[in-house]
């Protein structure tokens, strides 16, 4: 019997193999290297699995008016019940941050375009400000 065309075949065929996985392993090495994470989103739970803050990337869509609401990017800070008490959006005409409480307070600043707004809405749904 001669093994030996097999032998080499098989050789040969785990030496490129292993070249391969090396090439690989180095190329994805070299992109881990940077120190940045890249992804769509990202979601940062607590212990018992609840996401407590998250990033987003929502894109455009059509309102139910028919305009255009522009692609965003939002950031939520999240409290132990699942209420976001802190917002902080970036769109392609502008940016906004809202501050909540555990109640229905809450303290919002928009600008978009060239309209800036401060609203301040206080427990009892009474506005303060202009």
């Known amino acids: 019997m001669k093994l030996t065309p097999v032998l080499v075949g098989l050789t040969v065929i785990n030496l490129g193999l292993v070249g391969y996985q090396t090439l690989y392993a180095t190329a994805a090495k070299a992109a881990?290297?940077?120190?940045?994470l890249r992804g769509k989103g990202l979601q940062i739970?607590?212990?018992?699995?609840?996401v407590r803050a998250s990033i987003s990337l929502f894109p455009?869509?059509?309102?139910?008016?028919g305009s255009m609401y522009p692609e965003t990017v939002l950031l939520r800070l999240i409290t132990?019940?699942?209420?976001?008490?802190?917002?902080?959006?970036?769109?392609?005409d502008g940016a906004g941050m809202s501050l909540g409480s555990n109640?229905?307070?809450?303290?919002?600043?928009l600008a978009r375009n060239d309209r800036p707004e401060?609203?301040?809405?206080?427990?009892?749904?009474?506005?303060?400000?202009?």
């Open 32 to 36: 881990a290297d940077d120190g940045i």
């Open 103 to 109: 109640g229905p307070a809450y303290a919002q600043i």
């Open 118 to 130: 401060l609203n301040l809405v206080g427990r009892d749904g009474r506005r303060f400000g202009p």
């Open 80 to 92: 132990s019940e699942g209420k976001p008490t802190v917002k902080i959006s970036a769109l392609e």
């Open 60 to 65: 455009a869509s059509r309102q139910p008016d």
């Open 45 to 50: 739970t607590d212990d018992k699995g609840r």
